[in-house]
C-alpha cells in the first residue's frame, strides 16, 4: 500500500492522506449494510402493508356505508352505523359481558396463576412434569377446546354432571351453555383452564430472574415467607405481572374462537363478546358496514387502553429498559 506525503505548512512534518479507494471501498460497504437491511424489511413490510394496515383503512372506510360486501361501497350513510352502534342492546351487552370477563380475569384467573407459580418454583418432585401440565392447555388451539368442554358440560350426559352426580351435587349441574344465568360463568371456567398456564410461566420466568440472595438475606433478617413474599417477590415480579395484565385485558376484549365454537353467542345473545357479534353481522347476515363500524370501535378501546396503560402502569419500566439500553446510570 503507497501512501501520499503532503507538506503541512503549519506544523512542518509531512502527513499522510489515505488513497481515495480506502473512501470508496468504505462508501460501497454503507451501501452492501444498508441494501442488505432493506432487503430483510422490504417483504415484512409488504406483508404489514397488505394484510393489515390496509385491510384496517379499508374497515375504517366501509364503516360510513351501508354495505353487503359484494362490489364496493356506494351507500354513504355518515355516521349512523355509529350510532346505531351505542343504541343497540346488543352491543351494550357485548360491552358489559367484556367488562365482567376482564373483572373475572383480574380477580381469579392471575391470581390463581400466580400462587401456582410460586408453588411450582419450590423444591418439588416432579415439578418440571406439574409445569408441563399446567401449560399444555395452552398449546391446545381454541376450536379443540371449545369441542372438548363443549362435551364435558353437555347437558346430563357431560362428564361434569357425572361428577356431580357422583357426589350427591346434581343438582348443580345441568345446562351450562343453555342456562343465561351461567353461560358466561361457565365460559370464564374454559377460559381459566386455557389461559391460566400462559401466565403461570411468564410468572415463573419472573420468579427465576429475581436473585436468590435477596430472599435469602430477608429470612437472615427475620422475615416469614409472607413478609419476604410481599417486601421483596412481589415488587420485583411487578413488570412481569403488569405485563400479564396487559396480555389478559386485550384478549378478553377480542375473545372470539372460543366462543364462537362453544355457544356461537347464543342462547340469546347472553355469551355474545364484540368479535362474536361482529362476525355475526358481516359474515351472517352481511351488514359488512355495521360490523365494520364494529371492528372499528374494539380497535378504538384496545388502541385507546393500550396507550393509557402504556402512558400511565408501563412508564416505569419503559423508561428503565431505555435507560439500560442508553447506559446511562442515572
Known amino acids: 500500500m503507497t501512501s501520499t506525503f503532503l507538506p503541512d505548512k503549519r506544523s512542518?512534518?509531512?502527513?499522510?492522506?489515505?488513497?481515495?479507494?480506502?473512501?470508496?471501498?468504505?462508501?460501497?460497504?454503507?451501501?452492501?449494510?444498508?441494501?442488505?437491511?432493506?432487503?430483510?424489511?422490504?417483504?415484512?413490510?409488504?406483508?404489514?402493508?397488505?394484510?393489515?394496515?390496509?385491510?384496517?383503512?379499508?374497515a375504517l372506510y366501509a364503516a360510513f356505508f351501508r354495505w353487503g360486501g359484494f362490489g364496493m361501497p356506494s351507500d354513504y350513510t355518515g355516521t349512523d352505523n355509529f350510532?346505531?352502534?351505542?343504541?343497540?342492546?346488543i352491543f351494550l351487552g357485548d360491552l358489559w359481558r367484556c367488562l365482567v370477563l376482564v373483572g373475572l380475569t383480574l380477580a381469579f384467573?392471575?391470581?390463581?396463576?400466580?400462587?401456582?407459580?410460586?408453588?411450582?418454583?419450590?423444591?418439588?418432585?416432579?415439578?418440571?412434569?406439574?409445569?408441563?401440565?399446567f401449560f399444555a392447555?395452552?398449546?391446545?388451539?381454541?376450536?379443540?377446546?371449545?369441542?372438548?368442554?363443549?362435551?364435558v358440560f353437555a347437558p346430563d350426559a357431560g362428564l361434569a354432571d357425572h361428577i356431580l352426580g357422583s357426589i350427591g351435587l346434581d343438582s348443580l349441574g345441568?345446562?351450562?351453555?343453555?342456562?343465561?344465568?351461567?353461560?358466561?360463568?361457565?365460559?370464564?371456567?374454559?377460559?381459566m383452564w386455557k389461559y391460566f398456564g400462559f401466565h403461570m410461566m411468564l410468572y415463573l420466568a419472573g420468579l427465576q430472574s429475581i436473585p436468590a440472595e435477596l430472599n435469602e438475606a430477608a429470612l437472615i433478617d427475620g422475615a416469614g415467607p409472607w413478609m419476604r413474599f410481599r417486601n421483596v417477590t412481589l415488587p420485583l415480579l411487578a413488570p412481569t405481572l403488569r405485563i400479564s395484565i396487559f396480555l389478559a385485558v386485550i384478549g378478553?376484549?377480542?375473545?372470539?374462537?372460543?366462543?364462537?365454537?362453544?355457544?356461537?353467542?347464543?342462547?340469546?345473545?347472553?355469551s355474545e363478546t364484540m368479535a362474536v357479534t361482529m362476525f355475526q353481522y358481516g359474515f351472517k347476515r352481511y351488514q359488512v358496514g355495521y360490523a365494520s363500524a364494529i371492528s372499528v370501535v374494539m380497535f378504538?378501546?384496545?388502541?385507546?387502553?393500550?396507550l393509557a396503560y402504556q402512558r400511565f402502569v408501563l412508564r416505569r419500566d419503559l423508561e428503565g429498559a431505555t435507560t439500560t439500553m442508553r447506559g446511562d446510570g442515572k
Open 12 to 58: 512542518g512534518p509531512d502527513v499522510a492522506l489515505p488513497p481515495p479507494t480506502a473512501g470508496r471501498g468504505r462508501a460501497r460497504r454503507r451501501l452492501r449494510t444498508w441494501l442488505t437491511a432493506v432487503g430483510f424489511q422490504v417483504p415484512a413490510l409488504v406483508m404489514f402493508i397488505g394484510l393489515v394496515l390496509l385491510p384496517m383503512l379499508f
Open 83 to 89: 350510532t346505531r352502534l351505542f343504541q343497540d342492546p
Open 109 to 133: 384467573q392471575l391470581p390463581f396463576a400466580l400462587a401456582m407459580a410460586v408453588l411450582l418454583n419450590q423444591r418439588l418432585r416432579g415439578r418440571a412434569v406439574y409445569r408441563m401440565l
Open 137 to 151: 392447555p395452552y398449546v391446545l388451539s381454541e376450536a379443540i377446546t371449545g369441542v372438548l368442554f363443549g362435551m
Open 174 to 191: 345441568g345446562e351450562w351453555f343453555a342456562d343465561p344465568s351461567n353461560v358466561m360463568a361457565t365460559i370464564f371456567l374454559v377460559m
Open 252 to 270: 378478553s376484549i377480542q375473545l372470539f374462537d372460543l366462543v364462537w365454537v362453544v355457544t356461537q353467542g347464543g342462547p340469546d345473545h347472553h
Open 300 to 306: 378504538g378501546i384496545c388502541l385507546v387502553f393500550a
